[in-house]
């Protein structure tokens, strides 16, 4: 993993972790919808589906006891390792990944809370004498595991932006669900687990300062939190979400890839028990336990724990009572209404404002259009609607017509939103941002080693602090020299404000060193030296390769310096490139790995074309 994966171009194969991403979203949606179709049919064969669900489990520990039915045992229980599952991939998001970048950040999340809001407005305007007003929560959150399966199902063109944009949506608008159950639908609030549940919380905070041993305590304090949370008579799977946002998450770090480099080395030469040990523990933690936790809780989620959930919930009797009480109940269409009508006008509408007002940038290559197919495909409130007419509504013949308008609307949503987006991709096709150099090697501008006339252009975006550009692992090298004098290598800047700090001024001061004709020597000292970069280190590598010091001061400080630095981070961000290092060969961009056997293949390749 690198900085390029921790950044804004984060595609739908990293966030699932590989090119059979969208096949598992595309598998795990369908037995999702199997599961679903299951519980109807289940349900409409006669009483033991009710009777099954509510069997009891019950959990005894000395005068101690609790009991769940498995229906509660599922909404509690597994579905707070869903909400997990999901706010992990939110954190690392947030943290290291696309939404480091606040100001595209900002948007999705006022659209949720535009599609929390707008949706339980119409709900109220059309159920309002229904005699279940109160169960407004049914409309307003949106399940992320059909809006994801969904937006694989349709494939529309590029899509990694929008899952990103709808990901993000969905996690801020189940957060606020979850915490309308805890406010709006919780009758008896007791505060001492719920202290219980906050100081586990802490706890978990404190965990990551530990030496070893941080996995087990992780676990035995997310199951306090989720009894104290369940005890103090909070919607438990709000523990989910609530220890996911304390796990850490961090690019992996040069040291440890290289400690991992070493061990095994070791292990090569004196195979034994202590250095596998050593050296499957180290490249273990050489990646975050937020990225560990992910891929192994992936598809458990996907393929045992969602399928379960729509199995114990879907289970509406379609009888013909049923639906014709529907078709005439004002809560059945409040329901339809809310969410999809609600959801695409919330969303939509709140993006738009959010644009106008400047509040926000949606990704390159993301579109009005597009967020409203994805505004539409919100409708989709399967999981948490399902979740919310169990807890909002007493009435069972009342459930069953909330339960027929989200099924319903559900349906509705889908249709929508794929007609919406294959329109858009049929009439106004979306050019994947980035794809083509915006900038094509120019030897009177560029800084480049090799023959300006080489047939092979390889084109690297980076920063001097990042641990895994190509000229600190000295990977460009060794290309480089396999190519012999068919290759020219071109360097442009782009340094990482927010996760280096000191690359920008370490570019100013590369430029500066070129301005003295003495740009490669000065490189080595910045490769060698990437923890000392600060101001008087740069003037001491300057000072030890004999340049001016005087004129490298005020070239370091100059407009032009700056100007030049700062053109090449403005055709990054207009290319959507965000991460180092990136690499185009040629004018297209490169993608999957860069280690010098892939970057040789890919050149060759390049040839052909």
């Known amino acids: ?49 009710d009777a099954f ?62 599609g929390l809001l707008v949706p339980a407005l119409v709900f109220l305007l059309i159920a309002r004498d229904s005699g279940q007003a109160h169960a407004w929560g049914v409309v307003i959150s949106t399940d992320t595991a059909f809006l994801v399966g969904a937006l694989a199902i349709i494939r529309p063109h590029h899509p990694s932006r929008l899952r990103v944009f709808l990901l993000t949506l969905a996690v801020v608008d189940d957060i606020g669900a979850l915490g309308a159950i805890a406010i709006f639908y919780t009758d008896d609030l007791r505060i001492t687990p719920l202290l219980v549940a906050v100081a586990a919380l802490g706890l978990i905070a404190l965990v990551r300062l530990l030496p070893s041993g941080r996995g087990p305590l992780y676990a035995a304090l997310s199951v306090v939190v989720w009894f104290g949370l369940h005890e103090a008579g909070v919607h438990a799977t709000l ?63 996907a393929f045992v724990i969602l399928p379960i959930f729509a199995l114990a919930n879907a289970g509406v009797v379609l009888d013909a009572a049923t639906l014709e009480r529907s078709a005439s109940s004002s809560l059945t269409w409040g329901v339809v209404a809310g969410l999809v009508a609600g959801k695409l006008l919330g969303i939509t509408g709140a993006t738009l404002l959010a644009q106008k007002v400047r509040l926000g940038v949606l990704a390159p290559g993301l579109t009005i259009g597009r967020v409203a197919g994805g505004a539409a495909l919100s409708g989709i409130g399967f999981t948490i609607s399902l979740l919310i007419v169990g807890i909002a509504i007493d009435d069972p013949e009342a459930q069953d017509e909330a339960r027929v308008g989200v099924l319903a609307a559900s ?16 009439r106004r096709p979306v050019v994947q941002p980035g794809a083509v150099l915006l900038r094509p090697f120019d030897p009177e501008r560029d800084h480049f080693k090799g023959r300006a006339d080489a047939p092979l252009v390889l084109v690297e975006y980076g920063d001097f602090e990042c641990p895994f550009c190509s000229r600190a692992t000295g990977m460009v090298d060794e290309v480089i020299e396999h190519f012999e004098g ?32 003495r740009h490669f020597d000065y490189a080595r000292l910045l490769w060698a030296n990437q923890a000392q970069l600060e101001r008087l280190d740069l003037l001491r590598y300057a000072d030890e390769i004999g340049l001016d010091l005087e004129r490298f001061e005020a070239d370091l400080d ?5 100007r030049r630095v700062r053109e090449d981070e403005d055709d990054a961000d207009l290319m959507d490139v965000s991460g180092t290092p ?11 790995q860069w280690d010098a056997p892939t970057l040789i293949a890919a050149l060759d390749a390049s040839r052909s074309r």
């Open 1 to 49: 993993m690198s900085e390029t994966e921790t950044a804004a171009d984060s595609r739908l194969t990293r966030l699932r972790r590989g090119v059979a991403g969208a096949e598992t979203e595309q598998l795990g949606a369908g037995m999702l919808l199997v599961a679903t179709l299951a519980a109807i049919a289940w349900a409409n064969l006669g009483s033991g589906y």
């Open 53 to 114: 669900w509510h069997t009891e489990a019950r959990v005894a520990v000395g005068d101690w006891s609790m009991g769940l039915d498995l229906y509660h045992l599922v909404n509690d229980a597994l579905m707070a390792f869903f909400f997990f599952a999901v706010g992990l991939e939110v954190k690392r998001e947030l943290t290291i990944g696309e939404l480091t970048d606040r100001s595209r950040a900002i948007v999705p999340a006022t659209a949720a809370l535009a």
């Open 239 to 301: 523990a989910g979400v609530a220890v996911a946002l304390l796990i850490p998450v961090a690019a992996p770090r040069r040291h440890d890839v290289e400690r991992v480099v070493e061990l095994t080395r070791a292990f090569r030469q004196s195979p034994n028990p202590a250095y596998a040990a050593a050296a499957g523990r180290q490249l273990r933690e050489s990646i975050s336990i937020n990225e560990r936790l992910q891929q192994s809780f992936a598809p458990y989620v």
């Open 411 to 426: 349906v509705l949503a889908f249709a929508l939103g794929w007609v919406v987006l294959k329109a858009l991709d049929a």
């Open 486 to 517: 068919d290759l020219v290598w071109v360097w442009r800047h782009l340094p990482l404000h927010q996760h280096h700090p000191h690359a920008e001024l370490a570019a100013r001061a590369y430029e500066a060193a070129y301005l003295q004709g």
């Open 558 to 562: 100059s407009d032009a310096v700056r």
């Open 582 to 592: 990136t690499f185009f060969i040629g004018t297209a961009r490169h993608g999957g």
